[in-house]
């Protein structure tokens, strides 16, 4: 209750904390090293977009629960009703063609809010044990899920150009 966090919530609220970028500031680094779940996805977002003005508080994240663990030895299935209250609902709201979702769980999750199997995204990646399939949600969004085996992070540099291009294809 004493932490430096606390203190910067108390002096503003949660949300500007948490928009903040807390655990990507010095005092986080000082502390654990860099971000590395962080800085990866940022990285992604500014390769995707080709713009390294692209700043922390211009991503957001959602986790299928129980978050991106390495202790978690059971399948990740949050309920349908959740994902749709708790994920797809907002994301409807942001004006964002396209939402990235990475890992396998994804896979199972866009089953089972009825997306139908989605397509196989026509991607000439550099990983052979990548994929993407894309999914239909409302208002011309599409859901965009990346798998790689073993990882469940973005692609590096040469697999993101790759996966620019071929989305560029399908606007």
């Known amino acids: 209750m004493d932490g430096i966090y606390t203190q910067r919530v108390r002096e503003t609220s949660y949300g500007n ?12 680094q000082q502390a654990h090293g860099r971000n590395r779940y962080h800085h990866n996805r940022l990285a992604f977002a500014r390769r995707l977009h080709n713009d390294d003005t692209i700043q922390n ?5 959602i986790e299928l629960y129980p978050f991106h663990s390495k202790a978690v030895t059971a399948a990740i ?4 009703d959740l994902l ?5 609902d907002p994301i409807s709201e942001l004006e964002t063609p396209f939402v990235f979702a990475f890992g396998k769980p994804w896979l199972r999750a866009a089953s089972r809010l009825g997306l139908s199997d989605g ?8 990983t052979a044990s990548r ?3 894309i999914f239909p949600l409302i208002r011309n969004q599409r859901l965009v899920v990346i798998t790689q085996a073993g990882y469940a992070g973005p692609p590096g540099a040469t697999d993101t150009e790759a996966l620019a291009a071929a989305l560029h294809s399908q606007a």
Do not use: K, M
């Not at 904390?17 to 986080?28: I, L, M, Q």
């Not at 299935?77 to 349908?80: G, R, V």
């Open 17 to 28: 904390w948490a928009s903040s970028g807390p655990y990507t500031d010095a005092t986080w």
């Open 57 to 61: 508080h211009d991503l957001l994240y």
């Open 77 to 80: 299935t949050p309920p349908a």
């Open 84 to 88: 749709t209250r708790f994920i797809l």
């Open 119 to 126: 397509n196989q995204l026509p991607v000439n990646w550099a």
């Open 131 to 133: 994929t993407a399939h």
